[in-house]
């Protein structure tokens, strides 16, 4: 089995709104971008709410992201995994990402958004223990994977409209 390492993170000083995926899936690492499953449904829903649409060059959907404060990045900075899901992941492997060194540069960040439940799992357990001096809010959003099927795009979408509510206010 291979070892599967992240991306960096895409992010600037402006950043107020933390995504979080678990580790990007072999589309992902072949096209070097994040969410790059065509069936993803991230970049239709960040379409949706930052205006980063699909159908734009990859820098330009990430030139949105940075726009509308939002950060993007994966819990894990590497791991051994075969294929793409989840729940193939070694536990034993899993090395998280240094996110000391992450909220250090990014200081205006204050809400964590996970998206799906290993993302959430692996932070609580590999990295929350070591930054209990940060005031975060953490919520798990529903997967934006083709994996998760138990839910339709609309409904996905609903659910992550809300990471935008507190930023009109």
Known sequence: MAKVRCFP????ERARILILGSMPGRESLRANQYYAHPR???????????????????????????AAGIALWDVLASCIRPGSLDADIAPDSIHPNDFAAFFEKHPHIERVYFNGTMAEHSFRKHVLPHLDHL????ERLPSTSPANASLR?????????TILEGERT
């Open 153 to 161: 795009f609309e409904q996905k979408l609903e659910a992550w409209k």
């Open 40 to 66: 993803n449904a991230f970049w239709p829903i960040m379409g949706e709410i930052a205006g980063a649409m699909p159908a734009l060059p990859y820098e330009q959907r990430t030139l949105k992201l940075r």
């Open 135 to 138: 005031p975060l809010q953490l």
């Open 9 to 12: 993170p895409i992010a600037d």
